[in-house]
């Protein structure tokens, strides 16, 4: 069982950064995928980027060339930095940890607030 809580959310003006934060209760390095995900007011969570233990990432398309995603396993926590940020980047971002890909078990942390002003 992996306890996760994010933090580093804020009030920002468009095209300015933000760094979030990841802390887990316990390692990460045997921890097979973990990313973050957002959700905007009135619409579903959307995934945004993904980091593996092997070390690859995805990103939406959305995000892709401003947003960066990276781990510290030494502090257990994961990391996503945020660029050029946009009015469209407001949302909740949660991060989320599925220790074996393939039993589909995710944990999710209770979220951190995002919000861009233009």
């Known amino acids: 069982q992996v306890q996760l809580v994010e933090s580093g959310g804020g009030l920002v003006q468009a095209g300015e950064f933000l760094r979030l934060s990841c802390a887990a209760s316990?390692?990460?390095?045997?921890?097979?995928?973990m990313g973050w995900y957002r959700q905007a007011p009135g619409k579903q969570r959307e995934l945004v980027a993904t980091?593996?233990?092997?070390?690859?990432?995805n990103y939406a398309d959305s995000v892709k060339g401003r947003f960066s995603v990276s781990r510290d396993n030494a502090k257990n926590t994961l990391y996503l930095q945020m660029n050029s940020l946009k009015p469209e980047d407001t949302a909740v971002y949660y991060c989320?940890?599925?220790?074996?890909?393939?039993?589909?078990?995710?944990?999710w942390g209770q979220g951190t607030q995002v919000t861009v002003s233009s």
């Open positions: 989320n940890a599925r220790p074996v890909a393939w039993l589909s078990t995710n944990y």
């Open positions: 316990r390692t990460i390095s045997s921890i097979e995928v």
């Open positions: 980091l593996t233990r092997d070390g690859n990432t």
